[in-house]
Protein backbone atom coordinates (compact mmCIF):
# COMPACT_ATOMS: atom_id res chain seq x y z
CA UNK A 1 0.00 0.00 0.00
CA UNK A 2 1.42 3.15 -0.55
CA UNK A 3 1.58 5.34 2.16
CA UNK A 4 -0.23 9.01 1.57
CA UNK A 5 -3.72 8.70 1.17
CA UNK A 6 -5.12 11.42 -1.61
CA UNK A 7 -8.18 12.06 -3.20
CA UNK A 8 -7.48 14.06 -6.33
CA UNK A 9 -10.39 15.26 -8.88
CA UNK A 10 -9.63 16.29 -12.42
CA UNK A 11 -12.06 18.42 -13.66
CA UNK A 12 -13.46 17.49 -17.56
CA UNK A 13 -12.41 21.00 -18.73
CA UNK A 14 -8.71 20.60 -17.41
CA UNK A 15 -7.75 17.45 -19.91
CA UNK A 16 -6.01 18.12 -23.49
CA UNK A 17 -7.88 18.14 -26.21
CA UNK A 18 -6.62 16.86 -29.83
CA UNK A 19 -9.57 18.31 -32.52
CA UNK A 20 -9.65 17.05 -36.08
CA UNK A 21 -12.20 17.65 -38.94
CA UNK A 22 -13.61 13.64 -37.84
CA UNK A 23 -11.93 13.45 -34.14
CA UNK A 24 -12.56 14.95 -30.88
CA UNK A 25 -10.52 13.60 -28.44
CA UNK A 26 -10.00 14.35 -24.67
CA UNK A 27 -6.61 12.90 -23.21
CA UNK A 28 -6.90 12.14 -18.90
CA UNK A 29 -3.22 11.64 -19.38
CA UNK A 30 -0.03 12.63 -21.35
CA UNK A 31 -0.63 11.60 -24.84
CA UNK A 32 1.05 12.66 -28.45
CA UNK A 33 2.38 15.80 -28.45
CA UNK A 34 0.45 16.47 -25.35
CA UNK A 35 3.06 15.83 -22.65
CA UNK A 36 3.51 16.87 -19.40
CA UNK A 37 5.90 14.73 -16.97
CA UNK A 38 3.80 15.40 -14.04
CA UNK A 39 0.75 13.87 -15.46
CA UNK A 40 2.12 10.22 -17.10
CA UNK A 41 -0.16 7.22 -15.45
CA UNK A 42 -1.46 6.97 -12.20
CA UNK A 43 -1.53 3.08 -11.16
CA UNK A 44 -0.74 0.97 -13.95
CA UNK A 45 -3.03 3.30 -16.39
CA UNK A 46 -1.12 5.44 -18.93
CA UNK A 47 -3.92 6.25 -21.41
CA UNK A 48 -7.72 7.09 -20.41
CA UNK A 49 -8.64 8.83 -24.13
CA UNK A 50 -12.91 10.03 -24.26
CA UNK A 51 -12.90 10.04 -28.34
CA UNK A 52 -16.21 10.92 -30.44
CA UNK A 53 -15.54 9.84 -34.31
CA UNK A 54 -17.32 11.21 -36.65
CA UNK A 55 -19.13 8.56 -39.32
CA UNK A 56 -17.28 6.96 -42.35
CA UNK A 57 -13.61 8.02 -40.45
CA UNK A 58 -11.51 6.87 -37.77
CA UNK A 59 -8.08 5.30 -37.35
CA UNK A 60 -6.40 3.93 -39.56
CA UNK A 61 -4.15 1.02 -39.49
CA UNK A 62 -1.18 1.68 -37.11
CA UNK A 63 1.02 -0.71 -34.65
CA UNK A 64 1.08 -1.14 -30.86
CA UNK A 65 2.93 -3.44 -28.18
CA UNK A 66 3.31 -4.61 -24.83
CA UNK A 67 -0.04 -2.87 -23.65
CA UNK A 68 -3.50 -4.01 -22.81
CA UNK A 69 -5.93 -2.20 -24.58
CA UNK A 70 -9.90 -1.60 -23.61
CA UNK A 71 -12.34 -0.12 -25.53
CA UNK A 72 -15.54 0.53 -23.70
CA UNK A 73 -18.25 1.90 -26.69
CA UNK A 74 -20.28 4.67 -24.77
CA UNK A 75 -22.58 5.53 -28.07
CA UNK A 76 -22.85 4.15 -31.45
CA UNK A 77 -20.61 1.46 -32.99
CA UNK A 78 -16.49 1.18 -33.66
CA UNK A 79 -15.21 -1.72 -36.64
CA UNK A 80 -11.91 -3.05 -35.18
CA UNK A 81 -9.40 -4.91 -37.42
CA UNK A 82 -6.09 -6.43 -36.79
CA UNK A 83 -3.28 -7.80 -38.16
CA UNK A 84 -3.96 -11.05 -36.75
CA UNK A 85 -6.94 -11.87 -38.14
CA UNK A 86 -10.05 -10.42 -36.38
CA UNK A 87 -12.78 -8.06 -36.89
CA UNK A 88 -15.36 -6.70 -34.76
CA UNK A 89 -18.02 -4.55 -34.08
CA UNK A 90 -18.00 -2.76 -30.43
CA UNK A 91 -21.12 -1.45 -29.53
CA UNK A 92 -22.56 -0.39 -25.65
CA UNK A 93 -22.53 -3.04 -23.50
CA UNK A 94 -19.69 -4.95 -25.00
CA UNK A 95 -16.39 -5.00 -23.35
CA UNK A 96 -13.37 -5.69 -25.72
CA UNK A 97 -10.14 -6.43 -25.29
CA UNK A 98 -6.15 -6.07 -27.22
CA UNK A 99 -3.44 -7.37 -26.07
CA UNK A 100 -0.72 -5.98 -28.19
CA UNK A 101 2.29 -8.34 -26.73
CA UNK A 102 5.27 -8.64 -28.86
CA UNK A 103 3.47 -6.51 -31.69
CA UNK A 104 0.30 -6.03 -33.71
CA UNK A 105 -1.46 -3.61 -36.11
CA UNK A 106 -4.87 -2.50 -36.37
CA UNK A 107 -7.43 -0.08 -36.78
CA UNK A 108 -10.84 1.49 -35.83
CA UNK A 109 -13.19 3.02 -37.67
CA UNK A 110 -17.36 4.03 -37.41
CA UNK A 111 -18.02 2.28 -40.71
CA UNK A 112 -20.36 -0.66 -39.46
CA UNK A 113 -22.13 -1.18 -42.88
CA UNK A 114 -19.02 -2.54 -44.68
CA UNK A 115 -19.77 -5.53 -42.60
CA UNK A 116 -23.19 -5.88 -43.23
CA UNK A 117 -25.25 -3.07 -40.63
CA UNK A 118 -27.15 -0.04 -42.16
CA UNK A 119 -25.80 3.03 -43.20
CA UNK A 120 -25.55 5.84 -40.71
CA UNK A 121 -24.24 9.67 -39.94
CA UNK A 122 -24.10 9.11 -36.08
CA UNK A 123 -20.69 9.41 -34.36
CA UNK A 124 -19.15 6.92 -32.33
CA UNK A 125 -18.16 7.26 -28.73
CA UNK A 126 -15.64 5.54 -26.43
CA UNK A 127 -13.48 5.38 -24.30
CA UNK A 128 -10.21 3.81 -24.54
CA UNK A 129 -7.83 2.55 -22.13
CA UNK A 130 -4.02 1.58 -21.92
CA UNK A 131 -2.85 -0.70 -19.28
CA UNK A 132 0.90 -2.01 -18.65
CA UNK A 133 1.18 -5.60 -18.84
CA UNK A 134 2.83 -7.72 -15.92
CA UNK A 135 4.58 -9.85 -18.31
CA UNK A 136 6.31 -8.48 -22.19
CA UNK A 137 6.41 -10.28 -25.16
CA UNK A 138 3.35 -12.09 -25.30
CA UNK A 139 1.53 -13.02 -28.06
CA UNK A 140 -1.12 -10.54 -29.36
CA UNK A 141 -4.63 -11.21 -28.55
CA UNK A 142 -8.00 -10.19 -28.66
CA UNK A 143 -11.34 -10.97 -26.68
CA UNK A 144 -14.63 -9.59 -26.40
CA UNK A 145 -17.64 -10.46 -24.53
CA UNK A 146 -21.01 -9.01 -24.59
CA UNK A 147 -22.02 -8.06 -20.39
CA UNK A 148 -24.74 -6.19 -21.05
CA UNK A 149 -27.08 -7.80 -18.95
CA UNK A 150 -25.26 -7.63 -15.85
CA UNK A 151 -24.80 -3.83 -16.48
CA UNK A 152 -28.86 -3.49 -16.11
CA UNK A 153 -28.34 -4.94 -12.46
CA UNK A 154 -26.88 -1.21 -11.60
CA UNK A 155 -23.94 -2.11 -9.41
CA UNK A 156 -20.53 -2.78 -10.35
CA UNK A 157 -19.55 -4.99 -13.15
CA UNK A 158 -16.05 -6.31 -13.78
CA UNK A 159 -15.56 -5.49 -17.19
CA UNK A 160 -11.79 -6.46 -17.36
CA UNK A 161 -9.42 -8.51 -15.34
CA UNK A 162 -6.00 -9.94 -14.46
CA UNK A 163 -7.29 -10.65 -10.47
CA UNK A 164 -7.59 -14.03 -9.25
CA UNK A 165 -10.74 -12.97 -7.77
CA UNK A 166 -12.74 -12.53 -10.85
CA UNK A 167 -11.78 -16.27 -12.33
CA UNK A 168 -15.14 -17.75 -13.30
CA UNK A 169 -16.94 -13.84 -13.41
CA UNK A 170 -18.21 -12.11 -16.87
CA UNK A 171 -14.89 -10.14 -17.23
CA UNK A 172 -12.36 -10.22 -20.39
CA UNK A 173 -9.03 -11.33 -19.30
CA UNK A 174 -5.88 -8.75 -19.48
CA UNK A 175 -2.47 -9.62 -18.67
CA UNK A 176 -2.16 -7.92 -15.67
CA UNK A 177 -2.94 -9.56 -12.05
CA UNK A 178 -2.55 -6.44 -10.20
CA UNK A 179 -5.60 -4.59 -12.33
CA UNK A 180 -9.17 -4.43 -13.00
CA UNK A 181 -11.45 -2.65 -14.75
CA UNK A 182 -15.36 -2.19 -13.32
CA UNK A 183 -18.46 -0.77 -14.55
CA UNK A 184 -21.72 0.65 -13.40
CA UNK A 185 -24.81 2.38 -14.94
CA UNK A 186 -26.41 4.16 -12.34
CA UNK A 187 -30.15 4.49 -12.50
CA UNK A 188 -31.14 7.93 -10.70
CA UNK A 189 -30.19 7.71 -7.16
CA UNK A 190 -28.70 4.49 -7.48
CA UNK A 191 -25.26 3.93 -5.44
CA UNK A 192 -22.34 1.77 -5.46
CA UNK A 193 -19.17 1.53 -3.09
CA UNK A 194 -15.51 2.04 -5.04
CA UNK A 195 -12.96 -1.07 -4.16
CA UNK A 196 -10.29 -0.36 -1.72
CA UNK A 197 -7.12 -0.69 -3.61
CA UNK A 198 -3.78 1.26 -3.53
CA UNK A 199 -4.46 2.93 -6.85
CA UNK A 200 -8.18 3.25 -8.14
CA UNK A 201 -8.87 5.70 -11.02
CA UNK A 202 -12.94 7.09 -11.65
CA UNK A 203 -14.19 8.22 -14.68
CA UNK A 204 -17.59 10.08 -15.17
CA UNK A 205 -18.61 8.82 -18.51
CA UNK A 206 -21.77 9.82 -18.52
CA UNK A 207 -24.50 12.01 -16.14
CA UNK A 208 -23.52 13.17 -12.84
CA UNK A 209 -22.91 11.68 -9.59
CA UNK A 210 -21.85 12.43 -6.00
CA UNK A 211 -18.78 11.24 -4.46
CA UNK A 212 -18.85 10.80 -1.14
CA UNK A 213 -16.76 13.21 0.82
CA UNK A 214 -16.07 15.65 -2.75
CA UNK A 215 -19.19 16.37 -4.05
CA UNK A 216 -20.76 16.73 -7.12
CA UNK A 217 -18.74 15.34 -10.51
CA UNK A 218 -20.20 15.92 -14.19
CA UNK A 219 -19.60 13.88 -17.29
CA UNK A 220 -15.95 13.76 -17.91
CA UNK A 221 -14.42 14.36 -14.49
CA UNK A 222 -12.07 11.96 -13.05
CA UNK A 223 -10.47 11.29 -10.14
CA UNK A 224 -7.23 9.62 -8.83
CA UNK A 225 -7.31 8.25 -5.26
CA UNK A 226 -4.21 6.73 -3.93
CA UNK A 227 -4.07 4.74 -0.94
CA UNK A 228 -8.18 4.86 -0.22
CA UNK A 229 -11.09 3.52 -1.54
CA UNK A 230 -14.64 2.65 0.02
CA UNK A 231 -15.79 5.87 -0.91
CA UNK A 232 -19.64 6.06 -2.21
CA UNK A 233 -20.89 7.15 -5.45
CA UNK A 234 -24.61 7.88 -5.92
CA UNK A 235 -25.82 9.11 -9.39
CA UNK A 236 -28.19 12.52 -9.09
CA UNK A 237 -32.08 12.43 -8.71
CA UNK A 238 -31.98 14.17 -12.00
CA UNK A 239 -30.73 11.18 -14.19
CA UNK A 240 -28.62 8.38 -14.79
CA UNK A 241 -25.37 7.73 -15.00
CA UNK A 242 -21.63 5.49 -16.29
CA UNK A 243 -19.21 4.98 -14.35
CA UNK A 244 -15.81 3.29 -15.02
CA UNK A 245 -13.58 2.50 -12.46
CA UNK A 246 -9.81 0.88 -12.81
CA UNK A 247 -8.73 -0.42 -9.16
CA UNK A 248 -5.22 -1.33 -9.41
CA UNK A 249 -2.54 -2.98 -6.95
CA UNK A 250 1.09 -1.89 -8.12
CA UNK A 251 2.01 0.81 -10.47
CA UNK A 252 4.49 1.31 -13.04
CA UNK A 253 7.50 0.68 -10.35
CA UNK A 254 5.86 -2.17 -8.90
CA UNK A 255 5.88 -3.61 -12.35
CA UNK A 256 9.49 -3.09 -13.07
CA UNK A 257 10.17 -4.32 -9.75
CA UNK A 258 8.56 -7.50 -9.83
Known amino acids: MTSTASVDIRRSHSRAASRTGWLDSHHSFSFGHHYDPDNTHHG ?32 GSLVHQDSIGTTGVIYPGLAQRMSAGRGILHSEKNDSWRLGGEPHD ?18 PGYEQLEIGDELL ?26 AALHAARLRPGGEVTLP ?17 GAGTLATGDAVRFTA ?15 ILVWEMHTDLAGLAAA
Open 44 to 75: VLLVSNDDTVRAGTGFETHPHRDMEIVTWVLR
Open 228 to 242: TGGHRVTAAASGPAE
Open 196 to 212: EAPWLHLFVAAGEVELE
Open 153 to 178: RGGLVPVASGMARHDGQSAIRIRNRH
Open 122 to 139: EPVHFVQMWVAPDTRGID
